[in-house]
């Protein structure tokens, strides 16, 4: 079976751009989460969609967005980038996104702004 | 809030030899999740482990085994016998109750010498 899947895996951006992210999850999972790990930090929580509702935001700013689609396909969208935007975007998958779901990660998309 | 630290920036430890890898959280609710990833080079965010706060016996897959200290708070990561496809950065991470968001500790680099 398939994995969560992520595109473009790498992305250069100028500042002040805007960029969007696309994960598929893994077949059956119902649920989408979008981490930012910053070189050398661990992984930041920046949403998590189920059913085509948000259900949970971390602390970023409103410059980030993101949505779920009926087939449970994710975007997660950046505006105005920032220098501080550069990072490894990681999306997760997990079947219904209870508290005892497991999450599975993407492979990433390594987005560097100049 | 919900807090993982992970004191050991770094690690070394000879193949076949078993190494633990620490992990201390704070949290104040009673109901909780702890999960261990590895992250190779490339970036993707493995699934190793994972642990409930209401599970009484200690939780194993494979080589990996979750030493859940309760008291102390503390949830190491022991893998034995130690392979070359090891090396990789290890994160411990907490999901809190009512979300979906996992909360990752800053990492700990293993490196496995032949």
């Known amino acids: 079976d398939a994995g969560v899947t992520q595109s473009p895996t790498h992305l250069i951006k100028t500042r002040g751009q805007h960029v969007t992210l696309r994960c598929s999850p893994i077949?059956?999972?119902?649920?989408v989460s979008w981490y930012q790990q910053v070189l050398g930090q661990g992984p930041q929580f920046i949403f998590q969609?189920?059913?085509?509702?948000?259900?949970g935001r971390g602390n970023f700013p409103d410059r980030f967005s993101a949505r779920q689609f009926p087939n449970y396909s994710s975007e997660l969208n950046v505006n105005a980038l920032l220098l501080g935007d550069s990072a490894l975007y990681l999306c997760?998958?997990?079947?219904?996104?209870?508290?005892?779901?497991?999450?599975?990660f993407g492979p990433g998309t390594r987005l560097t702004v100049l | 809030a919900q807090k993982i630290t992970q004191t050991q920036p770094g690690m070394f430890v000879q193949e076949k030899e078993a190494v633990t890898l620490d992990c201390t959280y704070d949290?104040?609710?009673?109901?909780?999740?702890l999960f261990w990833y590895k992250q190779p080079s490339s970036g993707e965010m493995i699934f190793l482990i994972y642990?409930?706060?209401?599970?009484?016996q200690n939780a194993t897959e494979g080589r990996y085994s979750l030493n859940f200290q309760k008291a102390r708070k503390s949830a190491n990561l022991v893998i034995s016998a130690s392979q070359l496809g090891d090396s990789a950065m290890y994160f411990c991470?907490?999901?809190?109750?009512?979300?979906?968001?996992?909360?990752f500790g800053a990492g700990t680099i293993l490196r496995v010498k032949s």
């Open positions: 949290t104040s609710d009673p109901s909780y999740g």
């Open positions: 077949s059956g999972h119902k649920s």
């Open positions: 969609y189920y059913e085509k509702e948000e259900r």
């Open positions: 991470a907490m999901r809190p109750p009512g979300g979906n968001k996992l909360v």
């Open positions: 997760a998958s997990s079947l219904v996104g209870t508290p005892t779901d497991t999450q599975y």
């Open positions: 642990q409930g706060s209401y599970d009484q």
